[in-house]
């Protein structure tokens, strides 16, 4: 009767064999895939914060050179006069939540750069420092040389 029950026992066959490391290897390509294109996205949104960040300072050279007079008000607000603007307004660049805007004392927003945890402007002489901590967590840094007043 021994004999029997274990004549009954079997083990894995070559085909479940082959089976599995058929799926084995189908896992492992998909698992592959899913990585090269996390990898992918997260390159995209490198890109992405770089080029916003790049408009950003280049959009604040333009208002900066447009400009009267300018500074920084505190360490998270900065203000720019137009040079020719019939309406005579005064435009602060501040962080309310997590992204950058421009305000007019006559009302009216606009943001200015998305995806922001800090800001940071500090005045050295006619310079002023831009610091920036975007989503990604990288530091961005610039300098403007503000206009003299006249």
């Known amino acids: 009767m021994r004999l029997n029950r274990v004549s009954n026992e079997r083990g894995f066959t070559l085909l479940e064999n082959?089976?599995?490391?058929?799926?084995?290897?189908?896992?492992?390509?998909?698992?592959?895939?899913?990585?090269?294109?996390?990898?992918?996205?997260?390159?995209?949104?490198?890109i992405k914060h770089d080029i916003n960040w790049e408009l950003f300072v280049y959009d604040m050279q333009q208002y900066n050179q447009?400009?009267?007079?300018?500074?920084?008000?505190?360490?998270?607000?900065?203000?720019?006069?137009?040079?020719?603007?019939?309406?005579?307004?005064?435009?602060?660049?501040?962080?309310?939540?997590?992204?950058?805007r421009k305000r007019s004392n006559k009302g009216g927003n606009?943001?200015?750069l998305p995806f922001v945890k800090q800001l940071h402007y500090e005045q050295l002489g006619n310079e002023i420092v831009?610091?920036?901590v975007t989503e990604d967590g990288k530091l961005r840094e610039?300098?403007?040389?503000?206009?003299?007043p006249e």
């Open 66 to 100: 447009n400009s009267l007079s300018g500074g920084v008000v505190s360490s998270g607000m900065m203000k720019f006069t137009p040079a020719a603007d019939e309406e005579n307004r005064t435009f602060f660049y501040e962080k309310p939540n997590d992204h950058i």
């Open 142 to 148: 610039r300098i403007l040389v503000s206009p003299l």
């Open 110 to 112: 606009e943001t200015m």
């Open 18 to 46: 082959l089976l599995q490391l058929v799926v084995l290897v189908l896992f492992s390509s998909i698992s592959i895939l899913i990585i090269l294109w996390a990898r992918e996205i997260q390159d995209i949104n490198q």
């Open 130 to 132: 831009m610091k920036v």
